[in-house]
């Protein structure tokens, strides 16, 4: 550990908003208790928060609806005074695992290597459109809810676990019913950035065939999300781990061109802010921090975003992702990831 962090200088933000994600799982894994690490997060001034209506968390079972949990998640975020962006997913939805359908909507997991079009699975599409349609109706006359996001890096593979893609004609499909339900406010769909030529190789072979999230989510999309993770491990050996550093990676300038040309909105939808190592739950180390993202990671990597805004395609938001994990250090005595993202609200 050093203190990097207090001396990065932080860029100004102008109109654009800052927010975080909260994944109700995360806290769940860090052995931390749900509404307390809501509170404690919500203390601090940002102005937008990221939530997700998980289908297997809502209906546990066929036609029965749960929404408690988001319920006091919402009612949270309104007493702060807080702007949501609400994640219907259905089927892909932000944080691990990503995949959130009930098993009583699957008769049999979906194929590896399939690309899951409306017409090879009508009874899961019809599902996930009445969730939707559950979700957005119940949430519409929220006024904190400035937004909605459709899926999760909509029609990517999920992750190195799962080959299977959602095909784009499912994605519009979900993506009419969301409309109909609520035609007033923006929807937002995001994807994720390459950011060395190792993954920006996999990215493009992997989804060749109907572009990726991000290509889709230009099309598509009222405001296009960018999933930002400059830093990530390949591989473990021993005590050594091989990473890739993109810190350098910038979006390519067609993107917001084309941004322009349709007059959408962009954000940066998860900001890595919290390591991204080869386990699923990031570790923890007493007196260190990981290489993927220190605390001052989490300033560098936001002012790398803000360097991509410009008065033509200003950027709308810029979403913070591992604020859990800020909560785990500080109560296992290191504070210093609430201490820079303090700076970023100072200094922004």
């Known amino acids: 550990m050093h203190d990097d962090w207090r001396r990065v200088a932080v860029r100004p933000r102008e109109s654009a908003l800052l927010g975080i994600s909260f994944r109700p799982r995360q806290v769940e894994a860090f052995g931390l208790r749900g509404q307390a690490t809501l509170d404690a997060l919500l203390e601090y001034p940002f102005e937008l928060l990221r939530l997700g209506a998980y289908w297997d968390r809502i209906e546990t079972s066929a036609r029965k609806f749960d929404t408690q949990e988001l319920d006091w998640q919402l009612a949270a975020a309104e007493r702060a005074g807080k702007m949501v962006i609400l994640s219907v997913g259905p089927v892909k939805n932000f944080g691990y695992p990503e995949f959130y359908v009930p098993k009583h909507q699957l008769d049999r997991p979906l194929r590896e290597g399939a690309l899951v079009q409306p017409e090879g699975q009508a009874g899961l599409l019809s599902a996930a459109k009445r969730f939707i349609s559950h979700v957005v109706t119940k949430y519409r006359g929220r006024d904190s809810v400035v937004a909605w996001q459709l899926e999760h890096e909509a029609v990517d593979p999920l992750g190195f676990e799962h080959s299977w893609r959602l095909g784009r004609d499912f994605v519009q499909s979900e993506l009419a019913t969301l409309r109909d339900c609520d ?7 995001n994807g994720f950035l390459p950011t060395s030529a190792l993954v920006n190789l996999s990215q493009w072979w992997r989804t060749r065939d109907q572009g990726d999230s991000l ?51 962009w954000m940066v939808a998860e900001g890595q802010a919290e390591p991204w190592e080869t386990t699923t739950l990031p570790p923890n180390p007493v007196g260190e921090a990981m290489f993927t993202c220190g605390p001052h990671h989490l300033i560098e990597n936001y002012n790398a975003a803000i360097s991509w805004s410009s008065p033509e395609t200003p950027l709308y938001a810029y979403v913070l992702w591992g604020a859990e994990y800020w909560i785990l250090r500080a109560r296992s005595g290191d504070p210093s990831y609430l201490g820079a993202f303090q700076r970023l609200l100072n200094g922004s």
């Not at 035609?183 to 769909?189: D, E, G, I, T």
């Open 183 to 189: 035609p007033s406010r923006p929807v937002m769909m």
């Open 215 to 265: 290509a889709v989510a230009a099309q598509l999309a009222d405001i296009v999300g960018i999933d930002y993770y400059p830093r990530n491990a390949l591989l473990r050996l021993g005590p050594r781990t091989l990473y890739a550093d993109g810190s350098g990676a910038t979006p390519p300038s067609a993107l917001f061109e084309g941004l322009r040309e349709r007059g959408r909105r």
